[in-house]
């Protein structure tokens, strides 16, 4: 099976491009991933980060959907412990009803924020040790009625919307494993237990009614460009974003320059949490791509590129297609 490719929109946001602009683009970019053959779209929920814009992924799936006509447009993901089953399943059900065979909805169990948005969130910091259940009972509405049925995803119910389970640890390996679902790991920012991870996914997988055979998608940070420096120019501005973020997160004072950043701790954990990351002009972002994919025994690389600078995405994306424009094309054919 041709290796697949698809991309991850953090629909990232900044002082020159808003919050509209921001989505705007996402709109833009979808439909270019539409027309480059990538097989799906993916917004992941995130809370109380000032330059990440897609809280509400229900939202701007339904936004992308109506801008696009064949590209499967999801979640990559709903964290599952922010919300009850029955207002994910109505919201993907009005979703898939709304647009045919072309939604998905990957399920992660961690709160996409801090502990103070957690408690926003009017939450249970318990939350996260029923999402096995979670996952089940949402499955369920999602699914056929049953007799002596008191609950009802209307819509949603009946509409079979794809679950995908997301994670960057063996538990979310497991449990995808033995509920016969694909497995996402976030290897474009938790590189850790990606191999062993994968390899338990595959090992203890059971056949369902949704998946026959084991489907890994993994995370991939892809930065391309015309040519290798500027590339490596365009990781490195991430990598100090990345550090700046952490920084704050710490409480660190303001006023260290990204030179002190990136070669104190803070920088080390922002370059590997970058670990995965494909650097380069076509050629070697595709060496890279390949290496990565076997590297993970992933049968789809979703790929991220954390800028908030719309026309270097979208090129960089563009560029990636056009290293794997046979690939692309197998697989839309598939």
């Known amino acids: 099976m041709a290796l697949r490719l698809s991309i991850l929109d953090l629909a990232t946001s900044s002082e020159a491009v808003p919050p509209g602009a921001a989505m705007a683009a996402s709109v833009e970019l979808a439909r270019a991933a539409e027309r480059l ?3 799906r779209y993916w917004f992941s929920e995130h809370h109380n980060m000032p330059t990440i814009v897609s809280s509400a992924p229900a939202v701007l799936a339904a936004h992308v959907l109506a801008h696009t006509d064949r590209i499967r447009v999801g979640a990559g993901g709903v964290m599952l412990p922010n919300h009850s089953p029955l207002v994910v399943a109505e919201q993907f059900g009005t979703l898939e009803s709304l647009h045919p065979g072309r939604v998905d909805l990957g399920l992660g169990r961690a709160p996409g924020g801090d502990q103070h948005t957690f408690a926003a969130l009017r939450r249970d910091p318990a939350a996260s040790s ?7 009972e949402l499955q369920a509405l999602l699914g ?7 609950v009802h995803a209307v819509p949603g119910e009946g509409t079979h919307v794809p679950l995908y389970i997301l994670g ?8 995808a494993a033995h509920l016969g679902l694909p497995y996402a790991f976030a290897s474009h920012f938790a590189p850790a237990e990606l191999v062993p991870a994968v390899a338990r996914y595959r090992a203890e997988f059971r056949p369902s009614e949704q998946l026959e055979e084991p489907y890994v998608i993994a995370g991939l940070n892809v930065f391309a460009a015309d040519d290798d420096r500027t590339a490596r120019e365009l990781f490195e501005a991430s990598l100090a ?6 920084a704050k997160l710490a409480g660190r004072p303001a006023g260290a320059t990204d030179a002190e950043l990136l070669a104190s701790p803070i920088g080390r954990q922002a370059r590997m949490m970058l670990h995965h990351s494909a650097v380069g002009a076509p050629a070697t972002v595709r060496a890279e791509v390949l290496a990565f994919a076997a590297h993970a025994d992933a049968d789809e690389v979703i790929v991220a590129m954390n800028t908030a600078r719309p026309e270097v995405r979208l090129r960089s994306y563009e560029l990636l297609a056009e290293a794997f424009a046979d690939e692309l094309a197998a697989a839309c054919a598939a």
């Open 37 to 39: 053959g990538y097989t």
């Open 130 to 136: 029923v999402f096995p259940q979670d996952v089940l």
């Open 144 to 150: 056929d009625p049953q007799p002596g049925q008191r």
């Open 168 to 175: 960057s640890s063996q538990f979310g390996a497991q449990l």
């Open 241 to 246: 974003t990345m550090a700046r973020g952490l």
